[in-house]
């Protein structure tokens, strides 16, 4: 502390000296043995140091107040540093024509001094403006690549949601070892398989079809209208495995969320889908002036799904169930929707119209009962079911009061 009074009591000191021109003795603070004696200087020297020593000095802090400002071009800073650099060099020649320097030599120095700071300067600032320049190009081209690689990444989720189902494909995703074999056991799963049987007579491979490019065209156009049905709200519980050819398969109730036990809604689903299906292909025949016939299949029953191959993996399904809906897809008729006992027990309380066909030979299984799927459901048809199932269980009751085997009496 007593060295900065020290340092503030020198300094008011030589400026008086530089106004009076005599300089007196300062005294240390505190310590009255050290005393420092000043040598006496005219005027003009003095007059010369503070101009030659300062005042460069301060025409760099203003090169460099102006110098620091990035949002300044550097053409706008040349410009200004260039304006100060000349006003310095007009006074330090116009105090050099009036003779009043006691050496010239310090004050050219000074010049020189103040030019090649004002290059460096200049060079300074185009440096970090080209810096600043490089990194908003840099941070706009990481931003523009980031964007690219979230839309690269939703682009491959969607690929991958088209080649497993959902959640399959969310397990895959958040496992970290994914060479591990996936695998699930679905206890109640309706499946469906469903061909066009006279698409083989349809292509033919001829230069006006391009060698049955455009054959397979048509037939791109098909299953991509089955597949946009998926997408509709009522056929949510749907999921579709795969297409081999002119077969498609589809499957509902895989997940515990589409399983429904109690109403059976991934089982009316896949009736529905079925039916509507059939619908679309009609309009596809109206409008490509074709005949082509669908043959469809429907099974419940319990399965196996899961994940095979590691590279190119492929969803897929196995069990008896699926091999009987493989079957009743074969051994139906054109335009008819076969379905086991079972799926008619589930489609008939619902109110769907279904129609025996009686017992058929199929491979693997013997004689089997099945049906035809003819339409969608009656809504009135569904009313009636259920009254009449109230009513069967009233006069079971009474019966059960007038043999006198069991006598309940229920107070409500």
């Given at each position: ?70 949002i300044l071009t550097s053409v706008f800073k040349v ?334």
């Amino acid at each position: 502390m007593d060295f900065v009074m020290f340092g503030l009591q020198a300094t008011l000191e030589s400026i008086r000296v530089c106004g009076n021109g005599t300089s007196p003795s300062v005294e240390w603070p505190g310590n009255s043995s050290v005393t420092f004696q000043s040598i006496d200087a005219p005027v003009d020297v003095c007059y010369y140091i503070v101009f030659a020593d300062l005042f460069p000095v301060l025409v760099m802090l203003v090169m460099i107040t102006c110098a620091v400002y990035q949002i300044l071009t550097s053409v706008f800073k040349v410009a200004i540093l260039s304006l100060v650099v000349a006003c310095y060099l007009a006074i330090s020649i116009y105090e050099a024509i009036q003779e009043r320097d006691v050496e010239l030599t310090g004050r050219w120095l000074a010049g020189v001094l103040v030019v090649f700071f004002m290059a460096c300067l200049i060079a300074h600032s185009q440096h970090t403006e080209a810096t600043y320049r490089l990194d908003f190009l840099w941070k706009l081209q990481a931003t523009e690549e980031k964007e690219e690689m979230e839309h690269l990444k939703a682009y491959n989720q969607k690929l991958l949601a088209n080649i497993l189902p959902e959640h399959v494909a969310a397990h895959f995703l958040s496992t970290v070892n994914s060479d591990e074999l996936y695998h699930e056991q679905c206890d109640f799963v309706c499946i469906m398989f469903a061909s066009i049987p006279n698409f083989s007579e349809f292509y033919v491979e001829l230069e006006a079809n391009n060698e049955g490019v455009e054959c397979l065209r048509l037939l791109n156009e098909i299953i991509a209208d089955f597949d946009e049905l998926l997408a509709e709200e009522p056929y949510k519980y749907i999921e579709k495995i795969k297409s081999t050819g002119a077969t498609y398969m589809a499957a509902s109730g895989l997940t515990r969320n589409t399983c429904d036990m109690k109403d059976y809604k991934h089982v009316t689903a896949m009736a529905d889908y079925a039916l509507r299906i059939r619908e679309q292909l009609a309009s596809v025949n109206e409008h490509s002036f074709n005949n082509f016939r669908l043959r469809v299949g429907i099974n419940i029953g319990p399965v196996v799904a899961g994940v095979i191959g590691a590279r190119k993996p492929q969803y897929d399904i196995w069990g008896n169930a699926v091999n009987v809906a493989s079957r009743m897809e074969s051994t139906g008729v054109l335009d008819g929707i076969q379905v086991t006992q079972e799926v008619r027990d589930i489609l008939a309380a619902k109110g769907y119209p279904l129609t025996c066909r009686g017992t058929i030979q199929v491979k693997g299984k013997g004689s089997m009962v099945t049906y035809f799927l003819d339409g969608p459901r009656d809504s009135m048809k569904t009313n009636n079911i259920h009254s009449n199932t109230n009513e069967e269980k009233v006069i079971s009751v009474t019966n059960s009061n007038l043999d006198g085997s069991v006598s309940i009496n229920v107070t409500v």
